[in-house]
């Protein structure tokens, strides 16, 4: 078992996290390791939907310091709509938590996604062929109650959500990113938080991170005075025991077959 503590500080491998955050030894070659399982990110993510539609920070907050007692009403997840904008592994897991876990109805579009791809990843995940509609970009801003990013990062995925995104979702709806902060246009979501415009937004990622001390998502007295409900948290997705566990073991794993001339190196292509 490994001391995720002490490997976390005296990492010795070059390596490309869950997170795509890259801990180099430049003298040692990058390998190729298999990808840990992603549930530790769909539960994060959900953790963070629940955070908002419960009003947990907000309440918490007001008991701590002596404010009122239930300050709001939240909502429930039960028969709304899912958007996941991206079915890959990580927008299956999540369309599946969704629809098994809270009963909800599941939307999904990307680029290329198809009503036959949506019913094959639905399949896949175990539930019945329909279970996820392959909409329009325009539908699912339109009608999802819970919008949820589980795109790739590339430079045509950059800015997917901007201010005309936000400006078709309803007032009532919630943004979701466990994936990466560039997909959202963040001066456009802050402009649309402060104004009140959606009911509330839940970030694990950000432009800049770590999040610098002076940013607007830390300093601004979110869901007061009119303004959005904000959930953040600092890039949690896939930091927990089980998740570092396996991901250091199979790092572990490839150096050895390394060593023993099992693997070569590869082209630093995954950074």
């Not at 007032?171 to 402009?191: H, Q």
């Not at 649309?192 to 770590?210: K, Q, T």
Request: aromatic share 6%; charged share 20%.
């Amino acid at each position: 078992e490994f001391d995720n503590c002490v490997a976390h500080v005296n990492t010795v491998l070059r390596d490309t996290t869950p997170g795509n955050r890259n801990i180099s030894h430049p003298e040692l070659p990058p390998l190729i390791a298999p990808s840990p399982e992603y549930d530790a990110t769909t539960q994060h993510c959900f953790a963070l939907i629940l955070a908002l539609a419960s009003r947990i920070p907000i309440e918490d907050a007001a008991l701590r310091s002596g404010g009122p007692f239930q300050t709001g009403l939240g909502f429930t997840l039960s028969n709304k709509i899912y958007g996941a904008v991206g079915l890959g592994r990580l927008g299956t897991n999540a369309a599946r938590t969704a629809v098994l876990g809270f009963g909800m109805k599941v939307v999904s579009w990307s680029a290329n996604l198809t009503q036959e791809k949506a019913d094959e990843a639905a399949e896949k995940a175990g539930l019945p062929k329909g279970s996820i509609k392959a909409v329009t970009k325009e539908e699912l801003l339109k009608t999802a109650d819970v919008i949820s990013m589980h795109y790739v990062l590339s430079d045509r995925s950059k800015g997917t959500i901007g201010a005309k995104e936000i400006g078709m979702m309803k007032k009532n709806a919630i943004l979701v990113n466990t994936s990466r902060g560039p997909l959202i246009d963040e001066k456009a979501l802050l402009d649309a938080l402060n104004r009140g415009a959606i009911r509330g937004a839940a970030l694990d990622v950000f432009d800049v991170e770590p999040l610098p001390l002076d940013s607007a998502w830390r300093t601004t007295s979110w869901g007061q005075d009119g303004r959005s409900l904000v959930v953040l948290s600092p890039h949690m997705g896939y930091v927990n025991d089980e998740t570092m566990q396996k991901f250091y073991a199979e790092q572990a794993d490839s150096v050895q077959r390394y060593i023993a001339g099992g693997i070569e190196a590869v082209p630093d292509v995954l950074n």
